[in-house]
């Protein structure tokens, strides 16, 4: 007979007994209430802390939804449009070129990266790539600014936003998908329509109405010890403490570079509130955070069919993608039991989020190992969670 909490921690300590990863935590909550929890392993293997409930993590990708977010808020409040160019908050953004691959040079954008673009990730922005000339110029960009940081100088949100933009786009603005720095950029657009610091704006109006005391950019030096570690794998299989910046990412209390595509720390718990905020809606123990239509709007593809071909990866299989968030629109192709409309993100070190609507449904999966992607352990977890759902 199926047994649903012996299902999740059989294949959660099957990852951690295997050495696939130090530490696994998870939570799932439906219908308000707790359906499962448990944590495994190690948060830091090397000071032997094990893995707990309040563990701090790295969320990487995770921080995109909540950069959506922040949009959305001001959106409502009509502090911007998802029209407006993205040059009227960041005018380094103004004039913009494309890279011609057939002709091997810079031509001028056919018009403006729209904060609409930058939602969808179909910009042209990207992230450093050794397979294309862009990429390659962003990769000599991020080096540098950390070499930067790391040589004691204040390396800021708007430098990294001037720096960003000297580099030509992939493809003219809409033509198709791509992932890249597009949710750094909405975390600076941010700040200036608010005229407000990202990181001020962020605790004001989600981490402290939602109560997510230990989620920001930085780990204060009295919780250091719940920050968990994160592992790189190596080709013999064995996983080693992760040395470097992968995007210019960095957690200390002078952190200058406030990433809203990566930058964010939080726990289970933190995130969940979060998560549960969406689920029902806009609103959390009775606040309102979003409209309840602001909401909705958030979680349907806005992925035209061509721009769509360009989302390959195997984990995304059936989904669409919009406001910084994959949404399930094929079952079959996903091969996946979930609820048409489920929607989420991931992170670099293989964080997961699950949303539905439908379902008043959270799943979170953390652990804490580089380049994790979304793991078949996550696919065989969410399907079991399904598998237990009643009435």
Known sequence: MFDYQK?????????VSSGRVKGASALVLHKGEELYHNVFGFADAERKIPMQRDTIIRLYSMSKPVTAAAVMILMERGDLDLWDAV???????????????NKQCEVPADRQIKVWDLLNMTSGITYPDPLCEPGRRMDRVVRELVERRERGEVVDTQEYMRRIASVPLCFQPGERWMYGFSADVLGAVVEAASGRKFSRFLQDEL???LEMKDTGFYVPADRLQRFAQYYDMTPEGELKVHQGSHLGEYFGEDVAFESGGAGLVSTLDDYSHFASMLVHK?????KKILGRKTVEFMAQNRLNEKQREYLVWDS??????GC?????????EAVFNGSLGEFGWDGWTGNYVSMDFSEDLVFLYFIQRCDAGTTPTVRKLKT???????P
């Open 384 to 390: 079991a969670t399904y598998s237990a759902l009643r």
């Open 87 to 101: 040059s009227d908050y960041l005018p380094a953004f103004r004039d913009m070129t494309v890279w011609d691959e």
């Open 282 to 286: 806009g609103i959390y123990k009775g």
């Open 316 to 321: 995304v299989k059936g989904y669409g993608y």
């Open 7 to 15: 299902t999740m921690d059989r294949l959660i300590e099957r990852e």
């Open 207 to 209: 981490f402290e109405p």
């Open 324 to 332: 910084l968030m994959r949404v399930l629109m094929d079952q079959g």
